[in-house]
Nanobody, 114 residues
Framework: QVQLVESGGGLVQPGGSLRLSCAVS????????MGWYRQAPENERELVAT???????NYADSVKGRFTISRDNAKRTVYLQMNSLKPEDTAVYYCNTASMRWLWGQGTQVTVSS
């Protein structure tokens, strides 16, 4: 059973920054494109960013230029640096493969509010 453990969320003012981390127990981590997802109340889960096994990245238009996804294969960890946060970024953030092949973790809550 693969475990996904997200951390780093919290309450931040608009314009602030947070860095999320996701530790993955799977040895196959380095063979998978990884993604960060988010789900706001009453919304469907959406893909925010992906990072391929060789470090290529893609972003949703809503976060492009503000968020940066990265990975450390040795630590089996994927990161999401979030800058210039907006209230509409408020959501529970999750990581998974780009194909969502693993069971979801508990996520980490990000709240952007003054």
């Amino acid at each position: 059973q693969v475990q996904l453990v997200e951390s780093g969320g919290g309450l931040v003012q608009p314009g602030g920054s947070l860095r999320l981390s996701c530790a993955v127990s799977a040895m196959s981590f380095m063979l998978n494109t990884m993604g960060w997802y988010r789900q706001a109340p009453e919304n469907e889960r959406e893909l925010v960013a992906t990072v391929s096994i060789d470090g290529r990245t893609n972003y949703a238009d809503s976060v492009k230029g503000r968020f940066t996804i990265s990975r450390d294969n040795a630590k089996r960890t994927v990161y999401l640096q979030m800058n210039s946060l907006k209230p509409e970024d408020t959501a529970v953030y999750y990581c998974n493969t780009a194909s969502m092949r693993w069971l979801w973790g508990q996520g980490t809550q990000v709240t952007v509010s003054s």
